[in-house]
């Protein structure tokens, strides 16, 4: 079992950059497969990045390609979300979330494991 906390979030203007850190507890983190997910205000929950748990694959939902990057660094049991050039639109609650294997990079229902959530609100 892996537990996550989700830091880093806050408020900034459009075009502005923030980098969300997402670390998990548990000697096995390098095994886990870990995605960033949001929600915004009556918005459906979406998967925003998701890293397998070498690094060597990566999967973006295409509003966000080209701005966010997702990392990993398995010997700090983090994964980070670097988020440039932030739109109002990407208002909403960040969650990470973990589950075990690669299988479907965007396949939420495989995620088994989530964090409470960090808020990043975007100012026009």
């Known amino acids: 079992q892996v537990q996550l906390v989700e830091s880093g979030g806050g408020l900034v203007q459009a075009g502005g950059s923030l980098r969300l850190s997402c670390a998990a507890s548990?000697?096995?983190?390098?095994?886990?497969?870990i995605a960033w997910t949001r929600q915004a205000p009556g918005k459906e929950r979406e998967i925003v990045a998701a890293i397998a748990s070498t690094g060597g694959k990566t999967y973006y939902v295409e509003s966000v390609k080209g701005r966010f990057t997702i990392t990993r660094d398995n010997a700090k049991n983090t994964v980070y979300l670097q988020m440039n050039s932030l739109q109002p639109d990407d208002t909403a609650v960040y969650y990470c979330?973990?589950?075990?294997?690669?299988?479907?990079?965007?396949?939420?229902?495989?995620?088994?494991?989530w964090g409470r959530g960090t808020q990043v609100t975007v100012s026009s």
């Open positions: 548990g000697r096995t983190f390098s095994s886990y497969t």
């Open positions: 979330a973990a589950k075990t294997g690669m299988g479907i990079l965007w396949y939420m229902p495989e995620y088994a494991y």
